[in-house]
Structure formats: C-alpha cells, structure tokens
C-alpha cells in the first residue's frame, strides 16, 4: 500500500506539472499533432539521410521505433528532442538541413512509435507546447531519467535531503547548468516532495554544510525507491540563501 501511495503521488505530481507546463490548450503527441502526409515526407527524409546510421544496429532500431525511445524522452515538451536533432542529426552532417526537414523527421518518429496522425501539420512553434507521453499518458518518470529539482537542502540521516520540491523538469545534461537554467528554476513553484541526495558531497566547489537551509537547483539521475524517491546528484547551484 505504502509502494502505491507514492507511486500515486508521483503521478499526481506529473499530471499537475503537465498541466501547469502547457495550460488549458496545451497537446500531448497523442491528440494527433502531425498529419499522414508530413510522416510520409519525414520517412524520406530519414531514409536517404538518416537510416544509414539507425537501421544498420539493432540497439540503434531499437531506441527509434520502440520504448525506449518514448522513454528517453517522455514527461517533456517535443522542443528537446527537436533541437537534439537539428545540433546532432545526421551524424555526417548536423543541422545541414532546414527546419522542415527536422520537425518532418520527428513525425514520422512519432508515427513510428505508434502515435495517430492528425489534421494539422505539426511545426516548429508548437514543439514547445506538446507534451511527449507514451501511448497510455503521463506516467512517473524512468529510473536514470536526468532531472531538475529545486527545493531546500536540510540534513538527513546518512546524508541530505532536498524537502518543499514542487514537479521535477527533465534535462538533457546534469554535470551542469546555465543561466537560463538558473532563472526559470529560481521561478519554480515549491512543493511538498521530499527528495533523498545521493553523492552531494562529491559535486565539485560545492560544500553542502555551507548551504544547509538554502534555496537549491539540483541535477541529477532519478530513482524511485520502494522508500521514496533519491536523486543521483550531478551538480548544484545556490539560488537563494532562504527557504521558503
């Protein structure tokens, strides 16, 4: 019972941040946000441009066409996987092609992974406003999924803990952050998740009895435990010398 609880809770906590992150109007790939016929230009495109790195590795088919892929991703807007592929893709070539090419790309991905298309062709302004879920919704996030969490960092038997930490934002990267980064978590709502910190004292320049009681951003690798949720830290910043 105590196991569904959280898991409950957590659910509970990505529907909200879901609903927050994207408003009254907001989408998730599964309200059709791409049509047949831009799939089938992204399936073009993938084929003389894409495939021959993808289809030639079975671990390669493997995180495109299946679940891995929708959970390398998932819980996020499409804006991240979009831009992942327009620095890195093709590996001969990355960002070599106009947008269209990319964002027709990323239907046919989306048809391929089993996601219905719909009237509209999707674009680049709507990437950051539909929510990518697997085929049955939101769910709690993946164990080693990268993430933010902001909250207060207060002492904990064996360790730390991060308490008051409203929803958790994934990342793409979690030894580091940037400015951006930085402002839009010193914004984040708090909440009432308590999160555990695993491998705090090990962040470089960071003294964690220096900063007990303050306003941090962590990065790190997400676990969900039968006794809660820790998070595998790979950096921390200071946001404020308070908390709420």
């Not at 590795?57 to 891995?68: C, E, K, L, T, V």
């Not at 219905?116 to 999924?145: C, F, M, R, S, Y």
């Not at 980064?181 to 708090?190: H, I, P, V």
Request: contains cysteine; proline residues 5%; glycine residues 8%.
């Amino acid at each position: 019972m105590f196991k569904a609880n959280i898991q409950i809770s957590i659910l509970i906590v990505i529907l909200i941040s879901a609903c927050e992150a994207f408003g009254q109007t907001g989408k998730t790939v599964l309200d059709g946000v791409f049509t047949a016929a831009q799939a089938t230009r992204g399936q073009a495109n993938y084929d003389a441009n894409c495939a021959k790195c993808h289809d030639d590795s079975a671990a390669d088919i493997i995180s495109i066409r299946q679940g891995q892929f929708v959970d390398r991703w998932r819980e996020q807007s499409l804006a991240p996987l979009l831009t992942f592929m327009r620095t890195n893709m093709p590996k001969d070539n990355p960002g070599g092609f106009d947008e269209r090419f990319y964002v027709d790309t990323l239907a046919y991905l989306l048809q391929e992974n089993g996601f219905q298309e719909g009237q509209a062709e999707l674009t680049a302004a709507d990437v950051p406003n539909i929510l990518l879920v697997g085929k049955d919704g939101p769910k709690p996030l993946p164990t080693g999924a990268l993430v933010i969490a902001v909250g207060c960092l207060a002492p904990a038997a064996g360790g730390w803990n991060l308490t008051n930490v409203g929803s958790l934002v994934r990342t793409r990267v979690s030894d580091q952050t940037n400015p951006d980064e930085l402002k839009t978590s010193a914004k984040q709502a708090m909440g009432d998740q308590t999160l555990q910190l695993r491998n705090l004292e090990l962040v470089e320049k960071f003294d964690p009895e220096a900063h007990k009681g303050h306003k941090l951003q962590i990065k790190g690798s997400y676990n969900k435990q039968t006794a809660g949720v820790r998070v595998n830290v790979g950096s921390a910043e200071m946001l404020a010398a308070s908390c709420p």
